[in-house]
Nanobody, 117 residues
Framework: QVQLVESGGGLVQAGGSLRLSCAAS????????MSWFRQAPGKEREFVAR????????YYADSVKGRFTISRDNAKNTVYLQMNSLKPEDTAVYYC??????????WGQGTQVTVSS
């Protein structure tokens, strides 16, 4: 059974940094694309970043490009999201995800990120 457990969220001032972690079990992160999504209050869940399995190519939403970095540690079977220059509009619950079928994902429980102005 695949489990994804996020951690590292918290309260930070605008301009600050946080690093989110997603520890996976039941799945080897290097063999699958791993993604981060986020959902702000009253809004739909949106894509943030993805790291592909082969070659480790990365992709980012325009809103976070140049500020966020997705990476993985194969030895720890963990995916990270380094978030720098945080803005109040980055406030959301952040979710780790990995493909389950062609049209669905495994999801973690989410971790809250709050950026104060």
């Amino acid at each position: 059974q695949v489990q994804l457990v996020e951690s590292g969220g918290g309260l930070v001032q605008a301009g600050g940094s946080l690093r989110l972690s997603c520890a996976a079990s039941g799945r080897t992160v290097s063999n699958y694309a791993m993604s981060w999504f986020r959902q702000a209050p009253g809004k739909e869940r949106e894509f943030v970043a993805r790291i592909n399995s082969s070659g480790g190519s990365t992709y980012y939403a325009d809103s976070v490009k140049g500020r966020f970095t997705i990476s993985r540690d194969n030895a720890k079977n963990t995916v990270y999201l380094q978030m720098n220059s945080l803005k109040p509009e980055d406030t959301a619950v952040y979710y780790c995800a990995s493909p389950r079928t062609a049209s669905s994902h495994y999801w973690g429980q989410g971790t809250q990120v709050t950026v104060s102005s």
